[in-house]
């Protein structure tokens, strides 16, 4: 993981060595923080970023939905930070971290705080191994209860939700495999513990509800990709056993990309190896971010030039 030299933090550049938050802050006393996750892509025009306008309004809805109602920063100003702290940090491929969260606030309320904004990148390729791509991995249903809407909005990505994903996934771990699938209140499967997921049977592609999950982007660039292919896609409940006669589930997601589960629960899935949608939608997915698909155009921005004047 290859570290990085600056940080954004509110408006303007800094070492990355000044990149800490005030230990009396909401966003790490209580996780009230929102954040995303970005990937940009090392393409042959350049480092491109992978749909940042949509990843930039999640970042702004999920700020919304834990009840901001000032910013310090709107739409334009996260895109200008992102593309500063890529472009000042001379990465080619990396992954983007920005993030709102609630300063100074010893009341526990969002009146009491201010809104602060960073953004922090590292270099960083691939997160589960080119093996797990070819071989697929290994995951079992967690004990863990994915999130309820009314006790945490599973639509704003926000850092204390992660609290969940991290006791599925230590658990899941801990008892050898790879990733924990959650489910929902409602019994069904809602997703894994940072991606979404999807089931193939008979050359129908299914996945899950929105309501209960995040809205992957992830999920939606294969959704299209999918229905590119002449896939039906269909989104409804699944429930845990129709995860073991599938012929293929696969997950998804901005670090993990698209990775299919040889395993759940042991017991084998399909051929027990990524199967051959999966693998359609991985190099289908594959060339879209390396910018040699039709798609690409739309879907990855190059990283404009530094403007040095942002540098403090
Ligand atoms: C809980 C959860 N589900 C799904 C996803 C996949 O979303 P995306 O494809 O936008 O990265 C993520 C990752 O951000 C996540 O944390």
Known sequence: MGT???????????????????????????????????????????????????????????????????????????????????????????YIRPMIFLDDALTMTVEAGKARFMVAVWEWKSFLGAEAKERGIRANIASFTRLHPNIMMTKAKVSGNYVSSILAKTESQRAGFDEAIMLGPDGYVAECTGENLFVARNKVIYTTPRAGILEGITRDSLVTLARDLGYSVVEEPISRDQLYIADEVFVCGTAAEVIGLREIDFRTIGDGKAGPVTRALQHEFDKLVAGRHARSEKWLAPVPAMNTAAVR
């Open 4 to 94: 990085a030299r600056y940080i954004w933090i509110d408006d303007s550049l800094r070492p990355s060595t000044e990149g800490v938050v005030p230990f009396l802050s909401a966003g790490v006393q209580y996780g009230f923080s929102v954040f995303e996750g970005i990937r940009c892509y090392a393409t042959d025009k350049g480092p491109a970023v992978f749909r940042l306008d949509e990843h930039v309004q999640r970042l702004l809805d999920s700020a919304h939905i834990v009840g901001f109602r000032e910013l310090p920063v709107g739409a334009e100003q996260i895109t200008t930070a992102i593309h500063q702290t890529i472009a000042a940090n001379e990465f080619s491929a990396c």
